[in-house]
């Protein structure tokens, strides 16, 4: 059965996100928004491409004019505007016009990358999500905010796009690394410890389920996610408010992926992140000491990180603060009340970040004792 969840904009529907176990529906998706006839980028990486491109390509080919596949080299380290060009070369190259569209078929990278691209090309051409990794079902692909780094900063250039569409097949899951799975789950347990604790409950007593990748299980979860994201970005589309929240476990979760090279994957920081969030809630009184071990503890059984080795504490403090929104104004710290509440705090100061980091961190000699 698949599920449909529609995203709305001052009362107005914009997109569907559609949540299915094949790809089966896509073509009618795509004939309800009336794409017949037109011709399709399909914007991929050289991990997702080979799995699932040819699929798409032949059940559009019949249904576009024209159908081009446009292949990036994978990994974070690519999200910049050299990727952009490409795609949009690629677009000139094949003639795309404004009535045609691009088809993101990835996971977050590439989702952020190819709307960004839709939306300069041309001032702007539809783009559809079909995001492939658990982070990009969950949270990237619903939202429209696209973008890619630049310089040593995190999504520096962007803008607020939306989608068409977001078609999100399940089973896409079971071709995912078990690592960028898990990766994934950091986003998810996010959703429960800022805004819904009876989520939190469920995720761990799933623990089991989401580890065999139960299709029922996974299908529950990520459509309570989609419906979590769908209520934030409809309450504040352009994070003026509450959508900052999402951001809870990022703020040092991005300085710890830049410190260590991008050899960490995205929600692996995330969850390092988290835990640091935790720990300063936990200082500054917010949180019990009970809490946040519990919260801490919560990231293991999902295999993801809550202790880091080989970096330099401070560096990643001075990383932070050079963050694009720490260097474009001030440092907004996602701090939580209590599982399923989190606040906006702007008063953390350098040295409460330096001990929640210091909290994760094991140096060599930590090791060897
Ligand atoms: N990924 C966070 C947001 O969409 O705001």
Redesign the pocket.
């Known amino acids: 059965m698949s599920k449909t969840i529609t995203v709305n904009l001052k009362k107005k529907p914009i997109y569907d996100i559609i949540i299915h176990n094949d790809f089966s529906l896509l073509k009618d998706e795509l004939n309800k928004l009336s794409y017949e006839g037109r011709k399709c980028l399909i914007v991929t990486d050289s991990n997702v491409g080979p799995h699932h491109a040819a699929e798409i390509e032949n059940l559009l080919s019949d249904f576009c004019t024209e159908v081009v596949v446009h292949t990036f080299e994978a990994g974070e380290c690519n999200k910049n505007l050299k990727t952009v060009e490409g795609i949009i070369k690629t677009l000139v190259e094949h003639h795309f016009s404004r009535k045609d569209f691009i088809l993101a078929l990835g996971g977050g990278v590439t989702g952020d990358i190819s709307g960004f691209a839709s939306s300069i090309y041309m001032r702007g051409i539809d783009f559809i999500q079909v995001p492939t990794t658990l982070l990009a079902q969950v949270?990237?692909s619903i939202?429209g905010?696209t973008g890619v780094d630049f310089d040593q900063y995190k999504n520096m250039v962007g803008a607020f796009y939306m989608p068409k569409l977001v078609y999100i097949n399940t089973s896409t899951l079971k071709t995912l690394p078990a690592r960028q799975y898990y990766s994934g789950m950091a986003e998810v347990m996010k959703y429960g410890l800022i805004m819904d604790s009876s989520f939190y409950e469920w995720i761990l007593n799933k623990m089991y389920e989401i580890h065999d990748m139960d299709q029922d299980t996974l299908e529950e979860m990520i459509e309570h996610c989609c419906t979590l994201k769908q209520r934030i970005v409809e309450k504040d589309p352009f994070?003026n408010g509450d959508?900052a929240l999402?951001?809870f476990g990022h703020t040092l979760g991005h300085a710890i992926e830049k410190a260590k090279n991008l050899t960490l994957l995205h929600g692996e920081c995330v969850a390092l992140g988290c835990v640091c969030a935790a720990y300063i809630s936990w200082k500054k009184d917010r949180l019990s000491m009970e809490e946040y071990y519990e919260i801490r503890d919560m990231f293991v059984p999902f295999n993801l990180p809550i202790s880091i080795t080989e970096i330099d504490p401070a560096e990643i403090v001075a990383l932070t603060k050079s963050d694009k929104k720490a260097s474009v104004g001030e440092l907004k710290f996602i701090l939580l009340k209590r599982v399923g509440k989190a606040v906006i705090d702007t008063t953390v100061t350098e040295e409460e970040m330096l001990a929640a980091v210091n909290e994760i961190y094991f140096s060599e000699d930590d090791l060897n004792e």
């Open positions: 949270d990237s939202g905010k994070e959508r999402l951001n």
